[in-house]
């Protein structure tokens, strides 16, 4: 099947060190947040103001009813919301890839394949237009649909959107001539990469990349390389530089760490890298975003818990980036 790509991992145990994250600019901004495992999960302040509406692009596998809980969440902090109508079995429609000669050579285009999906961002779209009253949509993609999301950037225009939100969204195309890695999705990220245009944090539009250090890979045979498990983790990039405080202990290498670490593998070419269980952190900052990475943060609403195990749109961690939707 087109894109198929491992949508959770068996259970984990929550990292034992505090959540820390810090985040510097170019004008000296920083701010720093903890979470500790123990900390009670506090709901969000419920407000009488209303903000641009947000719309919620369900990920690979993902339906629209397991982001129900995250569109709650952002209302209380009065962001009106609208999730894409997907069910599970719509991403069935993908296999219609494998009629296309480009799915074997690797070179497969996102269209005619993914056009039920653009077509459901486009409702979702139409649908948040009706609240805006004239303002303009934050897009929140996670994962496949924060790369499908600027797909439909480019196909549709970005006259309605200021804002374009990732969650642990594999944005770069797997490297090619490793031993092992096969592009799961065909062709189709190499496409976005090529012809999409290139990620900008500008008063316009912004960019967003927001990555989770939740367990290390490991690589099949033999052990890691010990660099790979630094706690300070350095990102340059064109608009500012994110670096991971106190990140979580290296990951013992187990069986898991290894099966992690070939998901990763697959991603972005390497197994012991950092990343949410499913995507590595390096795969889902872009070049030109304000690239930001949340240490403890699991890649799926399925699967995760609000209190150990927490995922993207968990309300602690939502309280880290909510307010790139309330500028």
């Known amino acids: 099947m087109v894109m198929a790509v491992a ?29 500790s495992q123990g900390d009670p999960i506090s709901s969000p302040p419920t407000t009488s103001t209303t903000y641009r509406p947000a719309v919620i692009l369900p990920g690979l596998g993902n339906n629209t009813n397991d982001y129900q809980k995250l569109a709650l969440v952002l209302k209380n902090y009065g962001v009106p919301t609208v999730i894409a109508k ?20 690797g070179t497969l285009r996102p269209r005619p394949v993914l056009d039920w999906y653009l077509k459901r961002i486009e409702e979702a779209v139409n649908d948040a237009k009706e609240l805006a009253q ?13 790369w499908l999301a600027r797909l439909y950037l480019q196909e549709f225009g970005i006259s309605d959107v200021s804002l374009l939100l990732t969650l642990g969204t594999p944005h770069l195309a797997p490297p090619k ?17 090529k012809h999409c245009a290139k990620a900008v944090y500008t008063p316009e539009l912004r960019y967003v990349c927001i990555a989770g250090r939740y367990i290390q ?40 760490a290894r099966f992690i670490g070939q998901g990763y593998k697959q991603v972005c070419g390497q197994a012991d890298v950092w990343g949410d269980g499913v995507v590595p952190e390096m795969s889902a900052h872009l070049e030109g975003a304000l690239n930001i990475t949340l240490d403890g943060v699991y890649h799926s609403p399925v699967g995760s818990d609000d209190g150990t195990r927490p995922w993207y749109g968990s309300p602690a961690i939502v309280e880290q980036w909510i307010h790139h939707l309330l500028n």
Request: glycine share 10%; net charge neutral.
């Open 7 to 35: 949508l959770a991992s068996p259970p984990l145990p929550l990292p034992p060190s505090p959540i820390k994250f810090a985040l510097s600019s170019r004008r000296s901004c920083r701010c720093t947040s903890t979470l």
């Open 134 to 146: 004239g303002s303009t949509l934050s897009l929140i993609g996670h994962s496949a649909g924060g």
């Open 217 to 256: 890979g490991a690589r099949l045979l033999g052990s890691s390389d010990g660099n790979s498990s630094a706690a300070i983790v350095e990102i340059d990039q064109p608009v500012g530089e994110m670096t991971a405080i106190g990140a979580s202990e290296p990951a013992s290498t187990t069986l898991q």
């Open 86 to 105: 997907v069910s599970r079995i719509d991403w069935l429609r993908n296999a219609a890839g494998l009629l296309d000669s480009n799915y074997w050579r």
């Open 177 to 193: 001539g490793i031993s092992g890695v096969i592009d799961q999705t065909r062709g189709l990220l190499d496409y976005v990469e």
